[in-house]
């Protein structure tokens, strides 16, 4: 069984390592796009849009709805990618600290 000392130097890691995640998280960059990659977003996995590529083709002053619309969509598709990234990198962190899958982190 583990002592208090034992404990608290576990979760003095785990600490450690989730700053070291949230760190990393602002370095990895995931790309998503729209409109069959007419809009493209770059975006951290800490939620900053880094970029936005838009193709020419779409700058039309009388359909200014769709190019608004296919800009929400890539931003909401770099969300989503973001979030499975985080997922995948906080699942291999746990795995590395041997905890079990599913464990919630506050991250």
Not at 20 to 43: F, H, N, P, T, Y
Not at 51 to 72: M, Q, R
Not at 79 to 86: A, H, P, Q, S
Request: aromatic share 2%; hydrophobic share 40%; charged share 30%.
């Amino acid at each position: 069984m583990l002592n208090f000392k034992d404990m608290m130097k576990q979760a003095q890691q785990m600490q450690f390592k989730l700053e070291e995640l949230q760190e990393k998280m602002k370095d990895i960059e995931v790309e998503a796009q729209s409109g069959g990659g007419l809009v493209k977003v770059r975006m951290s996995c800490s939620g900053v849009v880094q970029g936005l590529s838009i193709d020419s083709s779409l700058i039309n002053a009388d359909d200014k709805e769709t190019l608004e619309d296919l800009i929400v969509a890539a931003i909401n598709n770099a969300n989503e990618t973001k979030d499975e990234r985080i997922k995948t990198e906080t699942q291999s962190m746990m795995e590395g600290m041997g905890l079990p899958a599913g464990t919630k982190l506050p991250f």
